[in-house]
């Protein structure tokens, strides 16, 4: 029988309604796991046991009075450490937020705790989300738990290590420019991006407001179904939240998945690994062979896209992060003699590299002679690249990708910001055109390393996405590998 | 690869409020150098005619009732100060 730290929402709240398992026991089985495999994984940069084991008391009695609240009620869901929850603390990793505790809840926590979801700690990432690999975090890299000594992917690595480990039973990323697909590939997980405004920000620690999307890591899309439809809808807390439909993703598997599938030349050239490719190309065929119509399309401005997005998340970036000055909350230099420099020490000695680079470069689009130059100029670019996607659709219902060129590689190994940068390749172009798009297991490498297929969809057709990533994985038994820990 | 001409790191860091250290200095410099000979391809699309887009959907302003309600306590507010005083957050002399 799997271990229950490696069940599945859908396996585990059968149990629970069953009363084969209670909330409580679930809770402390995954914190006896999370205490031994944490000081491997480093997934966590907090969890309040008490905190989580009396949320678990509250939903066996909501149960046990007959009001239990749904398939979420009871479940373990982990939150990376850039979600708000009143009373705990938010670090986003970086030193100058090491001791922030929220005032207030996100709105998905909000949606969480109104679905009886137990919230079991805040998840190491890269500080503000910034990074493809974990290792940007202050608090120490987390590390992929089919090896410990490689990446979990990034920014939201803790997210999907700490699910990978057996150390909570789902959890939610963010994902800027693949924050979410690339950690999920890179950990044999389901991860979903949903479109730009399904999902409330409210809460969310911002890196580039226009590109951030909240979103959640399952071990199937069956679960990915089940969190995404307990944390989507219109939150007037955010001007850009959608009215849109949030229909029953999870009942929505069952039904047709759309048939005719795209596969953008521009994403199967140099630079992506031969066994990734491989892979992909199995997936392919399995489409194919299920009566697809699978055909080659083009998006054009795709070697634009990476160009594009570090122009405008850095700009975003460098206005957004203006606020943490050492003045209202977070790190205040000692050193400082006056009120300019108390900003820039207080900032200097609270960010980290990563994010110091990315502030300087933002600076320099939006400065003065240089807006025009780069930032005017990339908004314009992200025009024809959001074009090109929509031409696609109009041929196609969904896109088919690798999600990442490489798989996990050793932490150390990409000291060269340009090179890691490099890595999102395949996911940032969904994330300027505001599209859904999930990362699916899709096979291993010979090492033993996972390998992830990218599905991308059309606005708010989540459903449709998730029913064509269900029908590959119920012929597969890539999800039910479990690294050997 | 050397960053360009005009990317003056110590104005950049003026401007941004960061206090970075001559190592500092010399290292962004040159790493930002190469991101931005790549991020110099973008000079090559044709953009005649195009509209910038700033969000992939259109987005509206938000209003919000004016109606008091309440808001954070004193404590809560002051909960992350990293000095305060009298109920005040404190901070550094801004006047001679």
């Known amino acids: 029988m799997v271990p229950l730290h490696f069940q599945t929402i859908a396996e585990l709240s059968g149990r629970l309604e069953r009363r084969e398992l209670s909330a409580v026991e679930l809770t402390q089985a995954l914190i006896a796991r999370t205490k031994a495999v944490e000081p491997r994984v480093h997934a966590f940069n907090s969890l309040d046991e008490t905190d989580a084991l009396a949320q678990a008391v509250a939903s066996d009695a909501r149960r046990a009075a007959g009001q239990s609240r749904g398939p979420l ?57 910034m990074g493809s690999s974990n290792e940007n975090s202050a608090f120490g890299p987390a590390a992929n738990p089919w090896d410990t000594t490689r990446v979990p992917g990034g920014s939201s690595g803790g997210s999907a290590a700490a699910l990978a480990a057996g150390e909570v039973i789902a959890s939610l990323g963010s994902d800027t420019g693949g924050s979410i697909r690339q950690p999920a590939a890179l950990c044999g997980l389901v991860g979903l991006k949903p479109t730009y405004g399904l999902v409330s920000r409210y809460g969310l620690v911002a890196y580039a407001s226009s590109l951030d999307q909240i979103g959640p890591f399952g071990r199937t899309t069956e679960d990915v179904a089940l969190v995404l439809r307990a944390i989507a809808g219109h939150d007037p807390l955010d001007s850009t939240s959608f009215k849109a439909d949030v229909p029953d993703y999870r009942a929505a598997l069952a039904g047709p998945a759309p048939r005719r599938i795209g596969i953008p030349k521009e994403y199967f050239g140099e630079g992506l690994d031969p066994e990734i490719g491989a892979a992909v190309e199995a997936a392919v065929k399995f489409y194919r062979d299920r009566g697809c119509e699978v055909k080659e399309v083009s998006l054009p401005h795709t070697q634009y896209c990476l160009d594009a997005y570090y122009v405008i998340a850095t700009a975003e970036a460098s206005s957004n992060l203006a606020r943490f000055d050492g003045v209202r909350y977070g790190h205040r230099s000692k050193a400082a003699t006056d009120a300019i420099d108390l900003y820039a020490k207080s900032r200097a000695e609270g960010f980290g590299a990563e994010v110091k680079r990315r502030i300087i470069l933002g600076t320099y689009v939006l400065s003065s002679g240089y807006y025009d130059a780069y930032y005017l100029r990339a908004q314009k670019v992200r025009t024809l690249i959001r074009q090109d996607f929509l031409k696609a659709f109009a041929e196609v219902d969904t896109l088919l990708t690798p999600t990442s060129p490489v798989p996990a590689f050793k932490i150390g190994e990409k000291a060269d910001p340009l090179a890691m940068y490099l890595l999102d390749i395949y996911t940032i172009g969904v994330n300027l055109a505001g599209l859904p798009a999930a990362s699916v297991p899709c096979g291993f490498t010979s090492g033993g390393l996972p390998i992830g297929l990218q599905l991308i969809g059309q606005p708010f057709k989540e459903a449709d996405l998730l029913a064509l990533a269900h029908t590959y994985e119920q012929a597969q038994e890539w999800s039910r590998r479990t690294p050997n820990l | 690869m050397s960053a360009p001409q005009d990317f003056n790191v110590d104005y950049l860091a003026q401007l941004a409020r960061l206090a970075l250290t001559p190592e500092e200095k010399a290292r962004f410099a040159a790493q930002l150098g190469d991101v931005l000979h790549h991020i110099e391809q973008l000079a090559k699309v044709d953009v005649t005619g195009v509209e910038p887009t700033a969000h992939a959907f259109p987005i509206e302003n938000v209003w919000d009732a004016d109606v008091p309600r309440p808001g954070l306590s004193v404590a809560d507010a002051l909960r992350n100060a990293p000095a305060q005083r009298e109920n005040m957050i404190s901070v550094p002399k801004v006047v001679e």
Do not use: H, M, W
Not at chain 1, 113 to 127: H, M, S, W
């Open chain 1, 73 to 129: 009620d009871g479940i373990p869901v982990g939150l990376k450490d850039v979600i708000a929850v009143t009373g705990q603390p938010l670090t986003a990793s970086s030193k100058i937020l090491q001791n922030f505790v929220s005032p207030y809840d996100a709105t998905v926590t909000r949606n969480l705790k109104n679905a009886g979801a137990v919230l079991f700690g805040r998840l190491n990432c890269d500080e503000f989300a």
